[in-house]
């Protein structure tokens, strides 16, 4: 049973930063893309950022050179670390596995002040 775990989400003053954790237990990690969608209120749930199996990293332009994917293999973990956090980043963050279609629970990220 594939299952995804994500933690990390806080209140954050902007310009902060938060790093977001997804634990993925069932499958052999290493071997599938990863992605990190957000979903803010009333809006559509967005791809944040996605990453390959071998550490290839795409962004959404609204992130770019401020949030980072990555991935240990080792610890079928993958991470976004989000530096500069704006107001319109508040969102919550969902981990996804594309290849099986599966979700975490979502984390609450809020940037104010």
């Known amino acids: 049973q594939v299952q995804l775990v994500e933690s990390g989400g806080d209140f954050v003053q902007p310009g902060g930063s938060l790093r977001l954790s997804c634990a993925v237990s069932g499958i052999l990690f290493n071997f599938f893309p990863m992605a990190w969608y957000r979903q803010a209120p009333g809006k559509q749930r967005d791809l944040v950022a996605s990453?390959?199996?071998?550490?290839?990293?795409n962004y959404a332009d609204s992130v770019k050179g401020r949030f980072t994917i990555s991935r240990d293999n080792a610890k079928s973990t993958a991470y976004l670390q989000m530096n500069s956090l704006k107001y319109e980043d508040t969102a919550v963050y969902y981990c996804?596995?594309?290849?099986?279609?599966?979700w975490g629970q979502g984390t609450q990220v809020t940037v104010s002040s």
């Open positions: 990453i390959t199996p071998g550490g290839s990293a």
């Open positions: 996804n596995l594309p290849t099986y279609g599966a």
